[in-house]
């Protein structure tokens, strides 16, 4: 894998608050920590659009001609499938 240097600049507090993470002995150094946040970015993002990806495929599929009882049986039944319940 190719490595990009980036240089980036922060404000005294942001650099304070790295270096205190990095003192804590959570991340060996600022630029894991860095690394591991933009990380965490990228799989919250991800996440934020398979469920708006989710609610579109909910909206475009109409209402449902199900009562709450047989949607809820329907779930039960899944949860089961799959050993969740």
Do not use: C
């Amino acid at each position: 894998m190719a490595v990009v240097r980036k240089s980036i600049t922060f404000t005294e507090q942001l650099n304070e608050w790295v270096q205190s993470i990095v003192a804590q002995g959570d991340y060996t150094n600022e630029s894991e920590y860095i690394r591991d946040l933009i990380r965490h970015d990228r799989d919250k993002k991800a996440k934020s659009i398979a469920l708006q990806e989710a609610i579109q495929q909910g909206l475009d599929s109409g209402v449902s001609s199900k009562k709450i009882p047989d949607v809820m049986k329907d779930v039960e039944d899944r949860m089961r499938a799959d050993g969740r319940l």
